[in-house]
């Protein structure tokens, strides 16, 4: 299933760092006493490493302002360290402050972390992603399709990139490259609602009922409570065979 991308692995080299290691463990495993572990650290000296470990604890609680924060201050200790994991951090204080809600503070937060000019690989391709992101909640859709391009170029077996492609060229009303782009995704990923979801809008706004009723359908049966599921839900009740609705009570919160 794809989920908000937002990297709980550690992003620098652990194996020198006992202390930082078991801090990021306990951040997986245990946040709450993580965020009292991190705090500890930081007094010890930990630096950016033990404000990450705090972001990464309160990110696994949803904290996510509080763990914007947390990465931000990370990569501020890091910048004046001259550490060239500064980039890192600013891309988790990026994603973070999307899962906020706060997309200009996340576009400040990325551009700075791929302005650094040291991601790489998979860490560019998922730092321009979430710029992009951010960029379409801004309106500003020309150049979130700039860096959406470049992203899928970095990490083309990302079913989550080829996703907010095409979904993207049908809100463009590029309907060519939505079809090809929601084609990918569903070879990457078809078992995840929000890509048949997508599948079924793409069908739907091409003129292709029963394809887009399939989908949505698949969507539905796949994850019948979720946004999705709901969503995929609603478009069907317009067809006289669509499935009767959730329950409220039944209805469980999303999560992230």
């Not at 709980?8 to 020198?16: E, F, G, R, S």
């Not at 501020?76 to 891309?91: F, N, P, T, V």
């Not at 929000?194 to 949505?216: H, P, T």
């Not at 969507?219 to 609705?245: E, H, K, Y």
Request: with cysteine; net charge negative; aromatic share 6%.
């Amino acid at each position: 299933m794809i989920l908000l991308h937002f990297a709980l692995q550690a992003t620098a080299p652990v194996a020198d760092d006992p202390r930082y290691r078991s801090c990021i463990e306990l951040a997986v495993n245990d946040p709450k006493a993580a965020i009292d572990a991190a705090e500890r650290f930081r007094f010890a000296g930990g630096g950016a490493r033990a404000r990450q470990c705090l972001g990464l604890a309160y990110a696994q609680q949803s904290r996510w302002v509080e763990a914007a924060n947390a990465f931000t201050q990370a990569a501020q200790d890091a910048d004046g360290a001259k550490d060239l994991l500064a980039a890192r951090y600013w891309s988790q204080a990026g994603n973070a402050w999307l899962a906020a809600g706060e997309a200009n503070k996340a576009y400040d937060a990325l551009s700075t972390a791929l302005t650094a000019g040291t991601l790489e690989g998979q860490d560019k391709g998922e730092a321009l992603l979430d710029r992009a992101r951010a960029l379409v909640a801004a309106g500003r859709l020309s150049a979130a399709r700039t860096d959406l391009d470049v992203a899928l170029e970095a990490v083309p077996a990302d079913p989550l990139a080829w996703l907010l492609s095409a979904t993207l060229a049908r809100r463009t009303n590029d309907m060519p490259r939505a079809q090809t782009d929601i084609a990918q995704a569903l070879k990457l990923s078809a078992d995840d609602a929000s890509v048949q979801l997508e599948a079924g809008n793409i069908a739907a706004r091409g003129g292709d009922v029963d394809a887009a009723k399939a989908a949505w359908q698949q969507t539905v049966r796949i994850a019948p409570t979720s946004p999705a599921g709901q969503n995929a839900r609603a478009a069907l009740a317009q067809f006289d065979d669509a499935p009767a609705p959730v329950p409220a009570a039944t209805v469980k919160p999303a999560t992230k």
